[in-house]
Every structure is written in C-alpha cells, then in structure tokens.
C-alpha cells in the first residue's frame, strides 16, 4: 500500500493551497522519519558520496513541469534515496573538507517557523521586533567576538555577500566618485570572493593589488607598504585593505593588529575577511591568535561556517553604521519611510529588498543552546585540529607545512631528495588514498610556490575525536603503502 493512503493522505487533502493543519502535521510526519534516518545514516555514510551520475543527471534534466501535484512520498523516496547521497557529505562528521558547514537542527526549527509565519523583514517597519531580534543577534556576534564598537551590521546569505557589501561601503565612503583611482590591498591567499567582490563593487582588476605572503600565509606588511606607497607616487588613491582572518587554504591569519596601525596611519579602510576564522574570536583563550581584529572598520563572519549553522547565514559588523547605511539606502514612493539610522534596517543596510527571516535561525540557536556550547564545541576544534597536526608531524614523510593556528592545517608528504613534482605526486597520491577510504574528505589546495598540499579543516559539529583517529589512522596506513 502506497505510505501516503496508509497516512491517510489523499489527493483530496491538498486541494486547497491553503494547506490545513492537520494536513500539515501529516505531512511533517511523514518528513520527520526521513530526516531521522538520515542523520542517523551519516555516520557510517561514505565521507563524500557518488557525485559522478551523468546519466541521473541528464534523466533528472527532462523532469517535466508538474500539471497535477504528486503525493510527497513519491517526492521524499528519490530525495532521500537518490539525490541527497549523490553529493559531498557536508554535515557528516568525516567532512574535513574546504570549510565544513554545519546545519544545526535548532535552525531547521527556526526556518519552519520563519517560513510559515512568513513575516517581511526587509524593513524594520514592517516587524520592528524581528528585525530587533536580528539585531540582537548581531550584536550578540560582536560582543561574543569581543569586537566593541562593532554591534551594528548585516546578516547575509553568506561570507561572499558580506564581504561584498563591506568593499562596496568602504568604497563609497573612502572614494566617493573617484572610483577609478582606488586602489584595493589583499593578499594572494585571500578567498575568491575578495576579487570577485571588488569587481561587482566596480573596482577593477588593475585597481587589485594582490600581496605576496611569508613562509607562514600571512600577509607581507613591508610588501603592503611598498605597494601603497608606490601607488600613492602614481598619484593613485589606496582605500582599504581586506585581510584575511583564518584563510580558506591553509587557516593563517594575517598580521591583523599591524595591517590595522598601518591602515589607521594610512586612512585606509581596514576590512577583515574572518569567514573561516572569526569563530575562534568566541573562545577567551584563542582571542590572541586573532590579536588586532578588534581594531578592524569591518569583519565579515560564516555563522554557517563556525557556529554551525545552515548554509546561507553569512553575518557583517562594521564599526561605522552610517558608512554601511550611506552605501546602501534608497526610498521610493511605494515604501514607508527608513528606520532612523540608530536602528537596523536591513533593506537600508544591504542589498537586498525581500529577504528570509534569516536571523532567527541564529537567534534561536544563540538562545536554546547557550554561547558556552558553542565556544566550547569551537574550543574542542581547536584542539582536535592541534593534536592531530602534532601527531602527523611525528611521522615518517609527513612535512607539516602549514600548522594549525586555528582549527585548519596544511602538510605534504616528502621523502629526501624529492623533486616539487614528485612530492605533489606523492601528497596527491596521499589524498586519493584517504579519500577511497571513504571515512574521511579531504581536500587540496596550492600555494604560491606551486606546492601541492593536503589539508584538514575540523570544523564541523559532529566531527570528534573518534573521527579525528580515524582521519589519523588513514592518513598513516596510506602514507606507509606509499613510501614504504
Ligand atoms: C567560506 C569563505 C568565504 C566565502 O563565504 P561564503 O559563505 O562561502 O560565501 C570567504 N572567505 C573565507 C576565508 C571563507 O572561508
């Protein structure tokens, strides 16, 4: 028998857009078992699932539109049996890949509220107590991040948008119309989206100056000076630099605390991309190692990334309100009338008109959790990242080339007298074992020099120690078969 008639689901039922609430409790119920199984599953799941399914692919591209409404069992069983498996295995704990995500069910909570409730928070007049909740959130992020001066900003869908809307501030304040003379400083190991957001912010690529690191991925203060310097004698305009606070690569941080006095000497914009790294800013005693962020104009920060949220909750706090409100506010006839500056008016403070009710899958995590579950979860990263590098670099061949400053690092494995070639061979080779293993995800990057490197980032709520040995133990075995 069809699950749907054994629910008492008919067609009947959905007759009406308007869906009733028992109809509506029935069909959450028969979502709520899927989803248990599927968390359930996770751990024992491949670490990255089958994503090669060109043929899947094109059957699912000819899925014609949908005259008539389908029962959702139909719609859960390929969902849940066939399209979720074929991807990466983002919220699983053996994901040590790129940046891990999270997904922490208190925001699942919190978006089938926002989304049923379906309040407009686009402008604070139109739910000025949401919006506040939003706000608090935000605040919320600066005072645990010990950023005073920093309450005020914008939650986006990510750490690209936020980046994006701080260039876009720091450009309209620092240049005005002198566009085409500003100049933008970051270094070669800052994330896609730095250049990417100067160039929708109109700040062309030979406006971009990209500097050089130090043996460590941090960004070379003497190159930085030079090139401003030069670039003033070119009768240019520096206006900003955008450091990077934990980078995608490797996890450095750079000099945070010197790019600020050289920015504050300078009258350059300071903006800090902490995407990855803010979250470490949570935890008393890693504050230092992201010494100088306090000093920063902006700082965009991943709650989907460290405090574990779903994917699409990026956060922005500026120090100057005003700068992000005079980049982005607009009215029109049809609209009622901007929130005074003292408050967050999402629409006069971004991007975006309509939006989701984003912050209150934060709000709501903040709250029923606790922050001292999150700095403790975030403490244990750390210290999950810091044990294994410790031990890796114990063993024969492994060349830990970036060590973990915060929960990232970043190795190679070398025999004596190899060549670059033969030992990104090898470190590659490296990879793929561990990846056909299948309990853990790792993956690569490069660096200026052309070095291939394997890398682990723990970031992920359900990674643990137990995973952590696992990802240890492979990393061991594989390299012993490679080198002997
Ligand atoms: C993830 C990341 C970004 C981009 O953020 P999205 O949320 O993916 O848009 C930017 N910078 C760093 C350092 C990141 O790790």
Known sequence: MNPATELGLSADDLADLDVPPEVFTRLVGQVLPRIHEHLAALADAPACGDVHVPEQRAALAEEPIPEQGTALQDLLEPLFAEWIPASFTTPGPGYL????????????????????????TGVWQAAPLLVQLEANALR???EGMALP????????????????????????????EHLREGVLYTSSQAHLCVTKSARLAGILPDRVRTIPVDARYGLRLDALREAIAADRAA????????????????????PLDEIASL????????????????????VPELRERLAGMERADSIAFDP????????????LLVRDARAL????????????????????????????????????????????????????ALREKHELASRAAAQLAELPGFDMIAPPQLSL????????????????????????????????????????????????????????????????????EVAAELIG
């Open 325 to 376: 409100r005079a980049a982005h506010a607009g009215t029109a006839s049809y609209l009622p009338d901007p929130a005074a500056e003292a408050l967050l008016d999402p629409a006069q403070d971004g991007p975006e008109l309509s939006r989701d009710f984003r912050g209150l899958r934060l709000w709501l995590s903040l709250k029923l959790f606790g922050l001292e579950r999150f700095r403790a």
């Open 140 to 142: 919320w992020l600066a």
């Open 304 to 315: 989907h990334k460290g405090l574990f949220l779903p994917y699409g909750t990026g956060a």
């Open 409 to 476: 690092f970043a190795f190679q494995l070398r025999l004596d007298g190899d060549s670059l070639e033969q030992t990104n061979a090898r470190t590659r080779a490296l990879l793929e074992g561990v990846n056909a293993r299948r309990r853990v995800y790792l993956t690569p990057c490069t660096d200026d020099a052309g070095r291939f490197l394997a890398r682990v980032c723990v970031l992920s709520f359900r990674t643990r120690a137990d995973r952590v040995e696992e990802c240890l133990r492979d990393l061991r």
């Open 149 to 176: 001066g920093m309450e005020r900003g914008l939650l986006t869908t990510g750490g690209s948008m936020a980046n994006f809307s701080a260039i876009v501030a720091a450009r309209e304040q620092r240049l005005g």
């Open 263 to 282: 920015c504050e000497a300078e009258g350059l914009w300071h903006h800090v991309d902490a995407a990855y790294g803010g979250c470490f800013r949570f």
């Open 97 to 120: 890949a790129y940046v891990p995500g999270g997904g922490l069910l208190s925001s699942a909570l919190a978006d089938l509220i926002a989304t049923t409730t379906n309040r407009y």
């Open 235 to 254: 009768g240019l305009r520096p206006f900003l630099v955008v450091s990077s606070a934990g980078t995608t690569n490797t996890g450095a941080v750079d």
